[in-house]
């Protein structure tokens, strides 16, 4: 474990369907992310937070909500998906905003992999 | 925009075997450059992180080298072992306002 809890681990879900990713961590880092990772694509940075404030939304979709409602916690709400939205979603956090520009510890969680069907 | 590459996607060695993971980048004026790890199902782990004014890092077997003029770094890996079958990804960082961008990654897989 890296001190960075994502659930579930797997979700498939329906087009239609609502659900939500849960990411925790316990290191007292005050920067949280959320990272996609499709097949055959870098990685891409989709939402920062920073002192439970959303400082980045890399243009993703509507159908993608996160929710941050303290530092240790951040969520991402899923609804009305694509099946182009399937990928692996990956958590992290850092100390501070640093981590995201390579300046201190990028710390993982081992990520949710999503299927829409 | 910066572009991060990595070739070939996918490698294949046998145990022992001294190799080299390829970067390369577009735009040469980096602030870092950093290796991660992914092992399947799970997150990246930092291997090793250079910054622009150094040529390399080392770390046990891992050394990471960079070439700013030529927008290329290698990362590698000596007397390679099992256990280091893994995704490896590089990513930049372009300048102090950038954030890091991602190479699609090298999947290594090392044959007892």
């Known amino acids: 474990e890296t001190g960075v809890t994502q659930t579930p681990r797997h979700l498939v879900m329906g087009m239609t369907n609502k659900k939500s990713l849960k990411c925790e961590q316990h290191?007292?880092?005050?920067?949280m992310y959320w990272y996609k990772q499709s097949a055959k694509k870098p990685l891409e940075l989709m939402f920062v937070?920073?002192?439970?404030?959303?400082?980045e939304n890399n243009s993703v979709p509507s159908r993608f909500s996160p929710e941050c409602p303290n530092s240790s916690h951040l969520f991402l709400h899923l609804h009305t998906l694509q099946p182009e939205d399937s990928a692996l979603y990956l958590c992290a956090s850092s100390q501070d905003l640093g981590g995201v520009y390579g300046a201190n510890v990028l710390t993982f969680g081992a990520g949710s992999r999503l299927t829409v069907l | 925009k910066q572009e991060v590459t990595q070739i070939p996607a996918a490698l294949s060695v046998p145990e022992g075997e001294n190799l080299v993971l390829n970067c390369s980048f577009t735009d040469s004026a980096i602030y870092n450059l950093q290796w991660f790890r992914q092992d399947p199902g799970k997150g990246l782990t930092s291997l090793l992180l250079i910054q622009s004014s150094q040529r390399e890092q080392t770390s046990g077997r891992l050394n990471a080298s960079l070439d700013k003029s030529s927008g290329r770094s290698t990362l590698y890996i000596a007397a390679s072992q099992p256990g280091d079958s893994a995704t490896y990804l590089c990513?930049?960082?372009?300048?102090?306002?950038?954030?890091?961008?991602f190479g699609k990654g090298i999947t290594l897989s090392v044959r007892p």
């Open positions: 937070y920073n002192f439970k404030e959303q400082t």
């Open positions: 290191l007292g880092h005050n920067a």
């Open positions: 990513a930049v960082r372009s300048g102090a306002n950038s954030k890091l961008t």
